[in-house]
């Protein structure tokens, strides 16, 4: 059966350090993958999502890039954090129409 | 461009009532899917239904039913004799030709006992 890691569950980091995100998925191949946000008690907003391997998307110009660069990896990244970033980060994976979700990340940026 | 809205921000009632949840979308695509999924208070999204736009026939899992309408754009969702358990984030969700999957806002669901 299919899985989906995501790590770390919890993460504070200081504003201007770096930030890297990791999510891999396991069971199924080519995938589509999807990062999404989720500030407090906000919606979903779709980040980056890939259809193949090097092929991102971007759906929100900021200061995060998202890298494809194995099938079943997804990784985000930033090289300075801003207060603005904290939130919690999900990845997702699809191989039919519905996605199923990773257990996210809760990112404070302090 | 696609989008998905649902007016509720927050929904309370009382353990056993039934509620709805509505859920509104737009799109130019013919062939899109919608989805309906559940936030617990842990976080972790919970996938309930698909619905592909040619499928209008409506659904019903235990105490959940789903109502699709093409006429008005619409898939809402309604819990019947709501329980504790079912208090959660719920969203709708849409996808289309071009692989994203959009949310909407989500509506807040407090089941009080």
């Known amino acids: 059966s299919q899985t989906i890691h995501q790590w770390p569950a919890t993460l504070v980091q200081p504003v201007g350090s770096p930030l890297s995100l990791e999510c891999t998925v396991e069971?199924?191949?080519?995938?589509?993958l999807y990062w999404y946000r989720q500030a407090a008690g906000r919606g979903l907003q779709l980040l980056f999502y890939s259809v193949g391997i090097g092929q991102i998307s971007s759906e929100v110009p900021q200061n995060l890039s998202a890298s494809r660069p194995q099938d079943r990896q997804f990784i985000l990244s930033s090289k300075k954090l801003l207060l603005s970033d904290s939130g919690f980060y999900l990845c997702?994976?699809?191989?039919?129409?519905?996605?199923?979700f990773g257990q996210g990340t809760r990112l404070t940026v302090v | 461009a696609q989008k998905v809205t649902q007016a509720q921000t927050e929904i309370s009632v009382v353990e056993k009532e039934d509620v709805t949840l509505d859920c509104v979308y737009e799109t130019r695509d013919t062939t899109y899917y919608l989805f309906w999924y559940k936030q617990p208070p842990s976080g972790e999204l919970v996938f309930l239904i698909r619905r592909n736009s040619f499928d209008e026939q409506n659904e019903i899992s235990g105490r959940y039913s789903w109502n699709f309408q093409k006429s008005t754009s619409s898939f809402n969702f309604t819990i019947t004799a709501s329980q504790v358990v079912d208090s959660a984030v719920y969203f709708c969700?849409?996808?289309?030709?071009?692989?994203?999957?959009?949310f909407g806002k989500g509506t807040r669901l407090h089941i009080l006992p």
């Open positions: 069971g199924t191949s080519n995938p589509n």
């Open positions: 969700a849409l996808r289309a030709r071009d692989d994203k999957i959009i």
């Open positions: 997702a994976w699809s191989a039919s129409p519905e996605a199923f």
